[in-house]
């Protein structure tokens, strides 16, 4: 059974703070690694991971896979209180989402 | 901005009562999915389609769910009946590609009492 786990399950930081979160898979046929933003509505894609090693950027986020260790992580620099969010992590080929990683900046 | 469209964006039913989801997708948009988010929890893939075609339906509870996309453009989830458990969010996403990025609409919230 494909499984997907995020940790932490819950993170409380101060704004400023630098944050990473780990996103592990064991999935059939694995072909790419997506992680989403969600606030208090649907999913917002951030970025999608096919290759290892190779790190997209996207302003003060960051993700990079490993898929000789089956993990990915995203970081987060110098964190503002809109990034304060469910953050879900996600393997395909058929799609499994882990159960997110909850995440609150304190002003 | 394109956007997948969903509605209602809430519902409130009765166990044993039908309830049906609509989802348009953003246009072009071949691959159309419904997932289940119960609260606390990653989305759920319910069922996904490639235009018309059922591609995955392996996790849809068939003898109370059914969707349809009979026109390879929006679709519609229907429960009956429905039942306490069935109180999450439902959404739909789209993507231009099979493999693609998934764009979610905003979801319709159910609550079964």
């Known amino acids: 059974e494909d499984k997907v786990v995020q940790s932490p399950l819950s993170l409380v930081v101060h704004e400023g703070d630098t944050v990473t979160l780990n996103c592990s898979y064991e999935?059939?046929?694995?072909?790419?690694l997506l992680w989403y933003k969600q606030e208090k509505k649907a999913p917002t894609f951030l970025f999608m991971l096919?290759?290892?090693?190779i790190e997209k950027k996207s302003g003060r986020l960051s993700s990079i896979l490993d898929k000789k260790e089956l993990f990915s992580i995203l970081n987060i620099t110098a964190t503002q209180t809109g990034d304060s969010a469910v953050y879900l992590c996600a393997a395909r080929e058929k799609l499994t989402f882990g159960t997110g990683t909850r995440l609150t900046i304190i002003p | 901005e394109a956007e997948v469209a969903q509605s209602p964006r809430y519902k409130i039913t009765e166990k044993s009562q039908a309830v049906a989801f609509w989802c348009d997708p953003i246009s072009g948009h071949a691959t159309l999915y419904w997932y289940r988010q119960i609260l606390g929890q990653g989305p759920e893939l319910l069922v996904q389609?490639?235009?018309?075609?059922?591609?995955?339906d392996s996790q849809l509870p068939k003898d109370r769910f059914s969707a349809e996309r009979l026109k390879g453009v929006d679709s519609t989830l229907k429960i009956q009946p429905a039942e306490l458990g069935d109180s999450a969010m439902y959404l739909c996403?789209?993507?231009?590609?099979?493999?693609?990025?998934?764009?979610f609409g905003p979801g319709t919230r159910l609550t079964v009492l």
């Open positions: 096919t290759s290892s090693g």
């Open positions: 999935v059939t046929n694995f072909r790419s």
């Open positions: 996403a789209s993507s231009l590609e099979v493999r693609g990025e998934q764009f």
């Open positions: 389609f490639q235009d018309e075609s059922v591609v995955d």
